[in-house]
């Protein structure tokens, strides 16, 4: 069989498959799943566009990962075969791991973190390959002598980010998020085994950072997205309460499984839970959500009715907490309309924070090449308009008083 394909791909036009155990790991039904899991969760109910899947941003990844291979060779990198392979599969893989809906019920069905499930499924499909991708995990992992391999494909300008900007921009037509990655890749160098920034790309990496702020307020933490993605979760953790508490509902097997039991990251990751993991996508969730809006349980059904339907809670987004009195006055409200009792609460309102991580000074910071050779982090370069830190924004979460329930 001819494995050397060319994917059509909106975004970059044609990717041409570079090695045939990438083909072979496209075609590994753990990858094939990621066609059925949502790259930017619900982020459709405010951009339609925004429905495609972790199945093209890993082959989107892929593709940029041996461009940057191609420009760092070029410049005198060595870089062997085996190792351009490895880390081709490395970031081809590293979001295999994800959950239905990506990160909007990451730690709601399960408490791992995706990055944690990636690593377990990577090493599952190692064993079925007899060690074929071993380097690719030591890679992914950190644990090869090459770091700025690894800075790759897990950084602060790596090839994941730089393709999830590009592609969910391009789907959500969000222009301001739009980054120019060819110029980026091509400025990319590696000094002393780290990877750098040349200095002639200093303002495409300020115009990345800018554009990744951007999208996270723009897109990921929109009050329509958020409010959509915190109804979904909390229309899982009643499904959990109930079930906990006999009752038998209408969901599929893969998706019973899991609310039934709790996965942690202390759980064993090697169990038969990972199989019923492989058939785990969003269609077991969006079925569900179809058949929670007939079931006799207010709750359940409002909060599925409010997904299905599009009747989306109301979120307050402001830089202060909210006052106690406040909180009190539209508790009033909600329990004087729709005569909720206390427990209720648990499921129908959040106070919470949301954090947006633009750049972290204190990870891996991008750092900019020099003519001269020196070496600098971009945040100590006063005239690049860099936003460290944490950003918090504290959230509110209830139904709208003017609709019913």
């Known amino acids: ?21 990438i083909f072979d790991l496209i075609e590994h039904p753990a990858f094939q799943r990621l066609r059925r899991i949502r790259q930017t969760g619900l982020s459709d109910f405010v951009y339609p566009g925004a ?51 990506s990160h909007a019920l990451e730690h709601t069905l399960l408490d791992v973190n995706h990055e944690t499930l990636s690593m377990v499924i990577m090493e599952r499909i190692n064993g079925e390959m007899n060690g074929k991708i071993s380097l690719a995990i030591q890679i992914f992992k950190n644990d090869y002598h090459k770091t700025f391999l690894h800075h790759l494909v897990s950084s602060q300008l790596d090839m994941d980010r730089m393709d999830y900007l590009n592609r969910d921009s391009f789907f959500t037509g969000v222009a301001e998020g739009k980054i120019g990655y060819d110029r980026i890749i091509k400025m990319l160098a590696v000094k002393d085994d780290q990877l750098v920034v040349e200095e002639k790309g200093i303002y495409s990496i300020e115009k990345f950072l800018m554009a990744r702020r951007i999208m996270y307020w723009q897109v990921y933490l929109h009050k329509a997205v958020l409010s959509a993605e915190h109804m979904l979760i909390q229309t899982l953790k009643r499904a959990r ?16 499984f899991f609310l039934k039991r709790h996965v942690t990251e202390n759980s064993n990751l090697q169990t ?52 106690e009195e406040y909180l009190g006055q539209i508790k009033t409200q909600l329990i004087q309309q729709f005569q909720f009792d206390e427990e209720d609460f648990e499921y129908l309102f959040k106070n919470d924070i949301e954090r947006n991580h633009t750049y972290d000074v204190n990870y891996d910071e991008i750092k900019i090449l020099f003519k001269t050779g020196i070496v600098v982090p971009i945040s100590k370069l006063l005239d690049i308009n860099v936003r460290p830190g944490v950003v918090e924004k504290h959230f509110l979460f209830y139904p709208k008083l003017n609709q019913t329930l």
């Open 241 to 256: 309460f109930l079930t906990e508490n006999g009752h038998d509902l209408p969901v599929s097997s893969q998706l019973k």
């Open 272 to 323: 038969d839970w990972l199989n019923c993991y492989f058939e785990l996508d969003d269609v077991d969730i969006l079925m569900a959500l179809k058949q929670f809006v007939h079931y006799p349980d207010r709750i359940l059904q409002s909060l599925a009715k409010g997904i299905i339907f599009r009747k989306l809670f109301r979120v307050e987004l402001q830089n202060d907490p909210f006052s």
């Open 1 to 21: 069989m001819n494995k050397k394909k060319i994917i059509n791909d909106p975004v970059y036009g044609f990717i041409t498959i570079p090695y045939t155990i």
């Open 51 to 101: 429905l495609h899947t972790r199945f093209h941003h890993a082959l989107g990844a892929m593709h940029l990962m041996k461009q940057a291979i191609d420009v760092l060779r070029a410049k005198g990198t060595e870089i062997t075969e085996e190792e351009a392979e490895a880390v081709c599969v490395a970031i081809l893989l590293h979001d295999i791991g994800h959950g239905p809906f």
